[in-house]
């Protein structure tokens, strides 16, 4: 049941300049999320009563994000007067009547921040009757952050930030996390008093803890056990360093899940990924989006999965797709590019420097090298040899080529979409298909070969094949050579 006492106001309002982007600070992603999409998924656990967002910069990019992560949240517009202050003083003037609870203030930015920790801050808050209560770290270099000045008894006197800092307060360590619990009625009245003398003209909240204080209520302090769960993100060197923390939670995960991550320094797997028991993910490896990989599949090495399915048993090696399903026992790779709407039945093979692209390769049909397959059917247990090319694209339209069952093409054929190569049909090395092949027809390009005699000693003398030309004609004449005739590069 949602709890009807309690408010959650996250603060997304700012610009974020030192990220030094045109991209909305919160909105740059980690582990495939945007920052405030990591808040607010923490947020959703506590199941408040009311969940409320203040937006500004860039607003209408930023409320997509909110919707597409909590519709049900209401959207509060930052006006012109600055600070944080201000922007949960709005909040606070938008939450429906009649509520009276406590009311819970996080920023935007604070992606690894978990529903556990805020329970516990909660709790403690609710526990001592507290008129504020907020979370604190230890950070070996504060700075940037405000600071938590205690008084000689060693309670919280006041937060003084960065800024306004004097010498003596800038060496403390024990940081403001930005994170908060209040009583609303106490909450409202001190906002009401809040004003914009400072060093940076804005409203802060920070000054609520300050006024409460004067006013005489306790304000208590709960540190964190790691400063990590309370780290913000300003800069990009800061988005970096989350991104690494919980890649490493992810990966670690994973492990305990099952799944054999051979160097996790070089893996990176995205939260709404999916891993079965078994799965083995080799170094240099990406799995990202709502990739899925079932038991036994092998990732990587230097593998990037977007959006894509793998079957059991399939093994990926060295290979970029996209929104593409591998199925299982599937071979791709190595140096495999496989675009969307690549579809690679059981059993199947992509295989070296070969692009597909809006194709299905039926069961236990190969694809194995030096080939584009785009626009696409391939039935099964077919052969594409080596060097073909799907010429899909006239200029102005796409369209398609159809290779039916147990098929053999030759190597460096041309299929001239739109045209069918029939079940059980072969093609002979270096044909251009530009009509239909009907089942069981060998189709071939005739061109006689021409030889021209004493060409290289002719248009080239003086060369070494002109020299050597003329040592084999010197002697007892050409050799030549029978081969048997290729049709596949298989």
């Given amino acids: ?30 582990a495939g999320v945007p920052l405030i999409g990591h808040v607010l998924a923490t947020a959703g656990q506590l199941d408040a009563a009311h969940t409320l967002t203040v937006v500004r910069h860039e607003r209408d990019r930023v409320v997509e994000v909110i919707e597409d992560h909590f519709p049900s949240a209401i959207v509060v517009e930052q006006d012109e007067v600055p600070g944080t202050g201000r922007a949960v003083e709005q909040a606070v003037q938008a939450l429906p009547a009649g509520f009276d609870g406590d009311v819970l203030v996080v920023s935007g930015d604070v992606p690894l921040l978990d529903a556990d920790t805020l329970t516990g801050l909660l709790a403690e808050h609710r526990r001592t009757g507290a008129g504020a209560t907020l979370l604190s770290a ?59 003398a400072n060093a940076q003209g804005e409203k802060y909240l920070t000054d609520v803890v300050g006024l409460l204080r004067r006013a005489g209520s306790d304000v208590a302090a709960v540190t964190v056990s790691e400063p990590w769960i309370v780290a913000g993100v300003n800069d990009r060197a800061q988005l ?47 799995v990202k989006g709502a990739t899925s990989v079932a038991r036994g599949a092998e990732i990587g090495p230097d593998t990037t999965l977007v959006d ?33 709407n690549t579809v690679l039945d059981a059993g199947g093979k992509i295989g070296t420097f070969v692009e597909t692209k809006n194709s299905h390769i039926g069961q236990g049909s190969k694809v194995p090298h030096l080939s584009y397959i785009g626009d696409t059917e391939v039935g099964v247990e077919s052969n594409v040899g080596a060097g073909t090319i799907t010429a899909n694209y006239d200029g102005v339209n796409k369209s398609r080529t159809q290779v039916g069952s147990h098929v053999r093409t030759g190597s460096h054929n041309v299929f001239v979409a739109p045209v069918r190569i029939g079940d059980g049909a072969y093609t002979g090395a270096g044909t251009v298909v530009r009509k239909d092949v ?12 021409r030889n021209m005699a004493g060409w290289v000693e002719q248009n080239r003398a003086g060369t070494a094949a002109a020299q050597a030309a003329a040592r084999a004609h010197d002697g007892d004449g050409e050799t030549t050579t029978q081969t048997p005739t290729r049709t596949s590069g298989e």
């Fill in 1 to 30: 049941m949602p709890d009807q006492n309690l408010a959650i106001i996250v603060l997304a309002a700012g610009q974020g300049t030192r990220m030094k982007s045109s991209l909305p600070k919160i909105l740059h992603e980690i």
């Fill in 138 to 196: 230890e950070l070996d270099d504060p700075t940037g952050y405000g600071r938590i000045v205690r008084s000689a008894d060693g309670l919280l006197d006041r937060i003084v930030e960065q800024k306004d800092a004097s010498d003596s307060e800038r060496a403390l360590r024990e940081i403001n996390a930005g994170v908060y619990v209040f009583g609303l009625a106490q909450l409202r009245d001190m906002l009401a008093q809040v004003t914009t």
């Fill in 240 to 286: 970096s360093e989350a991104a690494a923390k919980l890649n490493a939670l992810i990966v670690r995960g994973w492990q305990l899940a099952g799944v054999t991550v051979i160097d996790p320094a070089t893996t990176w797997i995205d939260l709404k990924a999916s891993l079965a028991e078994d799965v083995t993910v080799h170094p240099g490896t990406q």
């Fill in 308 to 340: 894509c399915e793998v079957g059991e048993g399939a093994v990926v090696k060295r290979t970029d797709a996209t929104l593409s399903v591998i199925g299982a026992g599937a071979s791709v790779g190595p140096f495999a590019y496989l675009r969307p």
């Fill in 438 to 449: 009907p089942a069981g027809s060998l189709a071939i390009t005739v061109a006689p070969q």
